[in-house]
């Protein structure tokens, strides 16, 4: 996965309640046997008309918000059924971060596991930032996961994180590629493993 370390770009308010992964990632676009063009669906009923063209009123079509790397989301963000794909489109459409006071558990798995940094923040932080990104002027943030900060307009705010997942995202270490990072300790476990219980290889 690509490391998360200190990220700019246009921040994009989103700050609807409960928006769930079916509004994320339509069912129509699961059918696919890979991750392969999910950046199409994601948003899909919102971002684009019946004809197929862009929806000019939805946030990310219009031009101050196009290329938009981080939302700014309302609560319970990512509720709903548990596709990945969800996760998997958003990445792909250009998605760093996702910043909200809540996030559905699975969901917040999720993007873990695929390189998305969620933020939780207090309800008066979440507001400023939804009022700066709603501000072409001041829409453009920095994400600072090293030092726990973001950088809006001319102030910062501090943020917590787990260390675990602060570690992984700056390393750009999915589970197993993490796991992998052990190798030859599992690999000398289970060697002497097998010594001393040599009957587990025994074939029945």
């Not at 917040?108 to 400023?128: K, M, P």
Request: charged residues 20%; aromatic residues 10%.
């Amino acid at each position: 996965m690509e490391p998360f370390n200190r990220v700019t770009g246009v921040a994009a308010p989103m700050m609807a309640a409960n928006i769930d992964t079916d509004v994320i990632m339509p069912k129509q676009f699961l059918k696919g046997i890979d991750r392969n063009n999910l950046d199409k669906g994601v948003f899909f009923d919102r971002r684009f008309q019946t004809d197929g063209s862009p929806n000019p009123d939805f946030i990310l079509n219009k031009p101050a918000w196009q290329g938009a790397q981080f939302l700014i989301v309302g609560p319970n963000f990512g509720c709903g059924s548990s596709r990945e794909h969800a996760v998997w489109g958003l990445r792909q459409l250009g998605i760093r971060a996702l910043i909200g006071t809540s996030f559905a558990g699975i969901f917040n798995d999720n993007c873990q596991r695929n390189g998305v940094l969620t933020l939780t923040l207090a309800a008066a932080d979440i507001e400023q930032l939804a009022q700066a990104a709603d501000n072409p002027e001041t829409n453009s943030i920095t994400v600072d996961l090293a030092q726990q900060q973001i950088e809006v307009a001319v102030n910062s705010i501090n943020f917590t994180i787990d260390a675990l997942k602060k570690h992984m995202l700056l390393e750009g270490h999915d589970a197993i590629s993490y796991t992998l990072q052990y190798q030859q300790d599992i690999r000398t476990f289970e060697l002497r493993h097998f010594a001393s219980y040599p009957w587990l290889l025994t074939q029945g």
